[in-house]
C-alpha cells in the first residue's frame, strides 16, 4: 500500500484552511452517518459548514474525494496503541477500542456508510484500505513485541493476528446485528490469542 497517496483535500493545511477542512469533515461525518453515501451533496455540506461551494468543489471535487479525506482524518485521529506488557492485555486494548468506535451510534452508522460505499466506489476503497493499512500499521509493534517476549512464535504476522481481532466485531456490526460490546471484544481478543500462541498465524 502506497502510504504518501495524496486523496483529494489529503493535504494537511494549517490556519484559516485547517478550520475550513475541520468544519466541512465535521459536517460530511455527520449527513453520512444519518443519510448515508449515496444522499452525500457537496453543495449540502458546503451550506451547512457555511463555506463556499466553490470552495468545496474545488478541493474535493467528488463526494467519494470528500469521504477519502474523512477517512484520512479519522486515522489522523485514532488514538495510539498501548503497550501492556502481555499479549492478551494489548489485543484486549485494541479490541475495546474497536468496539467503543463501532459501538458509538454516529461512528457505527459512518462506518456502514463508508464500508457500504467502498463495494462500488474505487476512490473511497482505496482509502478505506489505506485508513486501515494506518492502524494495522500503528499496532503491529504489540504483535512483534509479543513474539520477542516468547509469547508468540517467530514469523507471526502481526496484520493477520489484528485483523482476526477486529474482523468479529465488523462481522456484528455488518451482518449478524449482534452486540459490539466489551464483552464480545474481550472473547475476540482471546480467541485471537490463543490463535497467535498456537501458531495460526505464522507466515
Not at 150 to 165: H, K, M, N
Not at 182 to 200: F, K, N, P, V, Y
Amino acid at each position: 500500500m502506497n502510504r504518501d497517496v495524496a486523496w483529494p483535500g489529503s493535504v494537511r493545511p494549517g490556519g484559516r484552511t485547517a478550520r475550513v477542512r475541520e468544519s466541512v469533515l465535521q459536517v460530511a461525518g455527520d449527513l453520512l452517518a444519518d443519510r448515508g453515501f449515496a444522499h452525500l451533496d457537496l453543495a449540502e455540506v458546503a451550506a451547512t459548514a457555511g463555506v463556499g461551494k466553490t470552495t468545496v468543489y474545488r478541493r474535493w471535487r467528488t463526494p467519494a474525494g470528500l469521504v477519502a479525506d474523512l477517512l484520512v482524518d479519522m486515522a489522523e485521529q485514532s488514538l495510539p496503541r498501548v503497550e501492556t506488557g502481555t499479549l492478551l492485555d494489548d489485543l484486549t486494548a485494541n479490541a475495546r477500542l474497536v468496539a467503543k468506535t463501532l459501538a458509538d451510534q454516529r461512528q457505527g452508522n459512518l462506518f456502514r456508510a463508508v464500508i457500504a460505499a467502498a463495494t462500488c466506489d474505487e476512490v473511497t476503497a482505496a482509502a478505506l484500505h489505506t485508513f486501515y493499512d494506518t492502524r494495522l500499521t500503528e499496532w503491529a509493534p504489540c504483535v512483534d513485541a509479543a513474539v520477542a517476549r516468547g509469547e508468540a512464535p517467530a514469523g507471526t504476522d502481526a496484520r493477520a493476528v489484528l485483523s482476526a481481532v477486529s474482523a468479529p466485531l465488523y462481522y456484528r456490526l455488518l451482518a449478524s446485528g449482534d452486540p459490539v460490546d466489551e464483552a464480545a471484544a474481550d472473547q475476540s481478543a482471546r480467541a485471537a490469542t490463543l490463535a497467535t500462541i498456537g501458531g495460526t498465524f505464522v507466515r
